[in-house]
């Protein structure tokens, strides 16, 4: 199983930004899925999570300018970032519940992060 995140790089303040995150392997579509971000000296937090009902939920800090959703017949979950601050910058990192004919009670998986960069 894999999570592979793509679509992070460097923007002006106020951009936006679009990552991706594709889950890979012989696996069922995936439960909940979610954003964390880590920024430099900081703890990983939740940013966006989204059920495989398609339910959200955000960081009051993104609410409003950032949108998660997802699209179960390809296995990959999207986090749009708009009006982007300085304050977003992280490494941002996918994050599922995932079951396998191996295993159907499921694990939780964590990709590799995408590093974000908000200049002022």
């Known amino acids: 199983v894999q999570l592979q995140a793509s679509g992070g790089g460097l923007v002006q303040a106020g951009g936006s930004l679009r990552l991706s995150c594709a889950a890979s392997?012989?696996?069922?579509?995936?439960?909940?899925m979610g954003w964390y971000r880590q920024a430099p000296g900081k703890q990983r937090e939740l940013v966006a999570r989204?059920?495989?009902?398609?339910?959200?939920n955000y960081a009051d800090s993104v609410k409003g300018r950032f949108t998660i959703s997802r699209d179960n017949a390809k296995n990959t979950m999207y986090l749009q970032m708009n009006s982007l601050k300085p304050e977003d910058t992280a490494v941002y990192y996918c994050?599922?519940?995932?079951?396998?004919?191996?295993?159907?009670?499921?694990?939780?998986?964590w990709g590799k992060g995408t590093r974000v960069t908000v200049s002022s």
């Open positions: 994050n599922a519940d995932i079951r396998t004919p191996e295993n159907l009670l499921g694990r939780n998986y």
């Open positions: 392997g012989s696996i069922f579509s995936p439960d909940a």
């Open positions: 989204v059920t495989s009902g398609g339910s959200t």
